[in-house]
């Protein structure tokens, strides 16, 4: 008796980059610098998301007596204007953590869309988008940033936040155009052009998904610089000097002296939250470096590796 004919179940599509989350989020799990990066910024962002439950105190509040050091009230002390210190570093995490994710979002989903289109598009597109770019990298970004943030006169942060999004994709569009271009001639994509897909269905479907984690690198570094050039504008005095931030305690310190007056604090504790973030987000940028390219990944000795090799030999 022949047997029963059973129709085979057809293979449910999957999409270039389907599971491209899952896999980050086990690369992630199993790399420790992205694992010490990734404790930082859970850290920090608790911290931005309940101020009010580790400092109890305004940071804008000026009722305290200035110059205070060391205490259980006041963890930093208080300020020449009698703000307590610790009340500013807590409350400035949140600005810092907005613009840095902000402007990373913002200045990649850009860089994607120039990049990517160009590179596939190619043709009058592709020069016309590099040469936007071009200009752009060939002008130095912070002078650029001082240069605007001096004609606002004061930058508050949404104004710090375009300023750095504007000026600064061009280099990350750059890194995706390239690599961009070494999917053009990829099967997939060539079948996706023979079923008729439209160009923005190829761009965001098939294209897109396959450089999830060169985006996400992308997405850190963005981060990185925007802490780091939003700090340092508000340090040499062109952000808004009533804005609670990292960089405006550094700017209120460095006016009153304080590494010189005997307040180090005021200085040295936004400073090393600016350090610990920033270290954050390039650990984890250097971890999906390496989860991109093995190339890069440490070589991990084999433990007692001698023991086995000594067994083999005996076995022969």
């Not at 508050?156 to 053009?184: C, D, E, K, P």
């Not at 609670?244 to 180090?264: D, H, M």
């Amino acid at each position: 008796m022949a047997a029963p004919v059973t129709a085979e179940r057809p293979a449910a599509r999957q999409l270039p980059g389907g599971n491209a989350l899952r896999r980050i989020g086990k690369a992630v799990r199993s790399n420790r610098k992205a694992t010490a990066g990734t404790v930082l910024i859970v850290l920090f962002t608790l911290i931005a998301l309940f101020p009010g439950v580790i400092a109890h105190d305004d940071p804008m509040q000026d009722a305290f007596t200035p110059h205070l050091g060391f205490s259980t009230a006041h963890l930093l002390g208080t300020n020449s204007f009698g703000q307590d210190l610790w009340a500013q570093v807590v409350y400035g995490t949140r600005n810092v953590l907005e613009i840095a994710i902000v402007v990373g979002v913002l200045t990649t989903g850009i860089a994607v869309i120039i990049g990517v289109a160009a590179a596939y598009l190619g043709g009058l597109w592709d020069s016309l988008l590099n040469v936007l770019t071009d200009i752009l990298l060939v002008i130095p970004l912070f002078p650029l940033l001082i240069i605007i943030a001096a004609y606002t006169n004061g930058a508050n942060m949404t104004v710090l936040t375009f300023a750095i999004t504007l000026t600064g994709w061009s280099y990350t569009a750059r890194q995706l155009r390239s690599q961009a271009l070494t999917l053009r001639s990829r099967d997939f994509l060539e079948a996706a052009r023979v079923r008729g897909e439209r160009r923005l269905y190829i761009i965001l479907v098939e294209v897109i998904p396959t450089m999830t984690s060169l985006i996400v690198a992308s997405f850190l570094t963005n981060a990185l610089y925007a802490i780091l050039f939003s700090s340092g504008l508000q340090f040499i005095g062109l952000g808004d000097p009533n804005t609670v931030s990292w960089g405006t305690t550094l700017y209120w310190a460095q006016n009153e002296a304080a590494l010189q007056t005997g307040y180090p604090q005021w200085a040295v504790a936004p400073g090393l939250c600016i350090a610990a973030l920033g270290a954050a987000f390039a650990l984890l940028n250097y971890a999906f470096d390496e989860i991109g390219n093995p190339a890069l990944r440490p070589v991990r000795k084999q433990k007692n590796a001698g023991p086995r090799k000594a067994r083999s030999k005996h076995a022969r």
